[in-house]
């Protein structure tokens, strides 16, 4: 039976805690344990206004992103961060889904050491398909993480609550860095095929004709092997040691050079040809990698070929 969802803004801890029939115990940060919940919620799209993080021990909630379901399983954490607009589809109704987590409002790490780091966790960008498993000891670790966060929520706030539970929130969020690290690792046949395309649809991109559409974006291939660019950018950072966009850049200099050696094109024609707008932002990128300039590259060959 379809459902129609509302949207629900999430701009604040206790808008959440309302929506489940939770307590609040402070007004920027929650440990969340919805086997607590005293109220179903199915069917609706949460739109974050906060950070938050779910590890799922139970099998039946699911989540949505769009259209596409979580890679949610048992014993994986997903994470969203304000901007997120999220569904939550289920085919039964739930009343206390096996599911613990972490919310925190922006407020809360404001002038703390994480307010400048946070952008850095790149996996609160991640979407379908690119949950992280835990193992057993790596749920041990998530939990102590949040037991620590929850002992200092209860206790009276003063001028060092907000720092110290900043802290523990780096903490529990530089384990997970660490354990998307592993999964890489873990997941090499996976991320193998996610190259193989990547490669594959890098070769293609000129070969089809697609210049005129302009210079290829780590997006335009990040949706083509179905990942979050962020998601993808981290996966061929791992693998390759290169970032997504010095790939793709030094696969637009190989097509360059052939261009450059086999015809007579005017070097504007060249960048045109690539999908460069401006003539000189290619010719920049040219020599940023090649250490010379187009003109250059082919006297260079002129030379050598005579």
């Known amino acids: 039976m379809k459902h129609d969802s509302i949207i629900v803004k999430l701009d604040s801890i206790d808008a959440y805690n309302k929506l489940y029939g939770l307590e609040t115990r402070h007004p920027l940060v929650t440990v969340l344990n919805l086997t607590e919940a005293t109220r179903v919620v199915n069917h609706i799209q949460m739109d974050y206004g906060v950070y938050a993080l779910y590890l799922k021990n139970g099998v039946s ?10 890679d949610y399983q048992e014993g994986t954490v997903v994470s969203f961060s304000p901007g997120h607009i999220i569904g939550v589809e289920s085919e039964t109704d739930e009343l206390a889904p096996d599911v613990i987590g972490l919310m925190f409002h922006p407020d809360l790490i404001y002038g703390t050491p994480l307010a400048a780091k946070i952008k850095n966790y790149s996996f609160f960008d ?24 929850k002992n200092e929520i209860e206790h009276p706030v003063d001028n060092h609550t907000a720092e110290i539970v900043a802290s523990h929130i780096q903490v529990l969020l530089d384990y ?34 697609h210049g005129k559409d302009g210079v ?91």
Not at 65 to 70: I, L, P, V
Not at 134 to 148: A, Q, V, Y
Not at 183 to 208: H, M
């Open 61 to 70: 909630c699911t989540l949505k992103y769009g259209r596409q379901a979580y």
């Open 216 to 306: 290829p974006t780590v997006n335009y291939f990040a949706e083509i092997v179905n990942l979050t660019p962020g998601y993808f950018g981290d996966l061929v950072k791992k693998e390759t040691g290169k970032t997504a966009q010095e790939l793709i850049s030094l696969r637009i200099i190989e097509f360059a050079k052939q261009q450059l050696a086999t015809t007579n094109d005017d070097i504007s024609i060249v960048a045109y040809d690539l999908g460069f707008q401006y003539p000189q932002h290619f010719s920049r990128m040219f020599k940023r990698i090649t250490g010379i300039s187009p003109k250059q590259f082919r006297e260079k060959i002129s030379v050598g070929y005579n």
């Open 126 to 149: 991640y979407s379908q398909r690119e949950a992280l498993h835990l193992s057993l000891d790596e749920r041990r670790l998530f939990i102590e993480c949040l037991d620590h966060i």
């Open 176 to 209: 997970l860095s660490r354990f998307y690290e592993r999964q890489f690792i873990t997941r090499r046949k996976v991320n193998s095929d996610v190259l193989t395309k990547f490669e594959k649809a890098l070769k293609e991109y000129y070969a089809d004709g």
